[in-house]
């Protein structure tokens, strides 16, 4: 059965604004052979004409795309991307929505642009029209069509179980994880090291920014199709985030190389080091998060601070990393252990009614390691 979901902004943590249908430019060049996954995952580039657009035309089918730059990710700052998909089940065209042009996730150090990409459901058609900032527009414009595939297939695809945590560590419970096999991640797509950093000081609470109506047994195709735009689109090492937590409450491993281990992720810039990045599935701006999804949160939080003794109730200490965040770079900040988004960058996410949850959810995570 298909589940229709609305199109919304995702993992740049902002959400969608319409604008009124305006240009439409001539049709391109027909794409190249999409880039596949094991489990019938892919990623196809379309080309955006030299006047930054792709007219409304036929694709292959697909249910996130983004709209990807060669050269300085600030290359389209004070321009706009809107883009338009239509659905695969109706024929109809959704209207129009602006895609978030500046990084807001990501590494301190990004390889390329790339908008925050845009969840749309089951879709086989797509337009785009990007108007330049004062830089004029950049080379390499491309939308990237994601279709997440069956999943890789495996033999484990049940949630890790519950266990106390080490004895060094506060007595939170670690919660049950659905791990990467459990959700299909390709492991072949991503690089294959991983990369670590001092103990974790500071879990940063975001939202995908996705419709809150999905069915929780959607969230692994979800979650595979961000896991493929960072890494296929945007050209980053693996998903930006290390854990994820759907409205059912189900919590899902994010970035390879251990979930009781420092990995480094890439989802608050600046303070990617000593941190991780929590993301709720869904848009939390007016919507209130689900009971079992605030619940899922303090859980992993309570867990992931307590492996190093961190009171999840206290007061933690981040250098930034990057001038683009909230906070010049070489700056020590004084943050909450389970932090927003917005309390390192300047941006909407988690959204406020989850924003505003905060306190709720350190004070259970709080209890949860006594």
């Known amino acids: 059965m298909r589940i229709s979901i609305p199109a919304a902004v995702l993992a740049g943590c902002t959400t969608a604004l319409l604008f009124q249908p305006t240009v439409a430019a001539a049709d391109n ?3 190249p052979a999409p880039r596949t996954s094991a489990g019938g995952g892919s990623v196809t580039s379309v080309a955006l004409t030299s006047g930054g657009a792709v007219a409304p035309r036929a694709t292959r089918s697909f249910e996130l795309l983004g709209v990807v730059w060669d050269g300085s990710p600030k290359a ?9 998909t239509r659905d695969a089940a109706t024929g109809r065209w959704g209207d129009w929505h602006t895609l978030e042009a500046d990084s807001v996730d990501g590494p301190d150090s990004l390889p390329h642009g790339g908008t925050a990409p845009l969840w749309a459901g089951r879709s086989n058609g797509v337009a ?13 414009l491309r939308v990237e069509l994601v279709d997440p595939g069956q999943g890789a297939a495996s033999v484990e695809t049940q949630p890790m179980p519950e266990r106390p945590a080490g004895p060094e560590a506060l007595s939170a419970p670690r919660p049950g994880i659905v791990t990467r ?3 299909g991640a390709d492991e072949s797509i991503r690089e294959p090291g991983f ?13 995908t920014a996705t419709a809150t109506d999905y069915a929780c047994s959607d969230a692994p195709r979800i979650i595979r199709s961000i ?14 985030y290390n854990f994820l937590v759907d409205h059912c409450g189900t919590i899902y491993e994010g970035r390879a ?21 929590i993301a709720a599935i869904g848009t939390f701006s007016s919507d209130n998060p689900p009971q079992e999804l605030q619940d899922g949160l303090a859980k992993i939080a309570a867990w992931k601070l307590g492996l190093t003794g961190r009171q999840a109730d206290g007061v933690s200490q981040l250098t930034s990393a990057s001038d683009s965040s909230l906070y010049p770079k070489g700056t020590t900040v004084d943050f909450a252990p389970i932090s927003g988004h917005r309390d390192g960058f300047a941006t909407e996410c988690p959204g406020d ?18």
């Open 29 to 31: 060049a027909a794409a």
């Open 76 to 84: 389209l700052a004070g321009g706009s991307v809107r883009v338009r």
């Open 128 to 140: 785009v029209d990007v108007h330049p900032g004062p830089a004029g527009l950049p080379h390499g």
């Open 181 to 183: 096999a459990g959700w």
């Open 195 to 207: 990369v670590y950093t001092g103990a974790v000081r500071v879990t940063f609470l975001h939202h």
């Open 227 to 240: 896991y493929q735009y960072h890494v296929q689109s945007n050209g980053w090492r693996d998903i930006g």
């Open 257 to 277: 190389g251990g979930v009781d281990q420092p990995v480094l992720g890439a989802h608050t810039l600046g303070f990617n080091t000593n941190s991780s990045g």
């Open 353 to 370: 009614a989850l924003y505003h949850r905060l306190p709720a959810i350190r004070d259970t995570a709080a209890a949860l390691q006594r």
